[in-house]
């Protein structure tokens, strides 16, 4: 069964810092581009970072820009988010999710979700 399974959420104060993990199962990743995505409550799902698969190409939206790093390792079969100076603007439910090779801005060309794990920032 293939699976991608965030991790790594929580609530923190505004300024912290947060490094989600996401872990496939059932396949390995080295051949797929993986996306984070964000969905907020009321709001869409958007996009906060993307990775190829080769890790040479790494995309940001300038709400993230600076803050967020994304980062592979695949012999752990794992995809990083770093998100440090977090805003209370950045609570959210973070997905990851995989489509082969290379990034898409597009929600629905991702084949492989994880379930979401929720980030607060709060004071």
């Known amino acids: 069964q293939l699976q991608l399974v965030e991790s790594g959420g929580g609530l923190v104060q505004p300024g912290g810092s947060l490094r989600l993990s996401c872990t496939a199962s059932?396949?390995?990743?080295?051949?797929?581009?993986i996306g984070w995505f964000r969905q907020a409550p009321g709001k869409e799902r958007e996009g906060v970072s993307c990775i190829s698969s080769s890790g040479d190409s790494t995309n940001y939206p300038d709400s993230v820009k600076g803050r967020f790093t994304i980062s592979r390792a695949n012999a752990k079969n794992t995809v990083y988010l770093q998100m440090n100076s977090l805003k209370p603007e950045d609570t959210a439910i973070y997905y990851c999710a995989a489509r082969y090779y290379y990034c898409s801005g597009y929600v629905q060309r991702y084949g492989y979700w994880g379930q979401g794990t929720q980030v607060t920032v709060s004071s």
């Open positions: 059932g396949f390995t990743l080295d051949t797929y581009a």
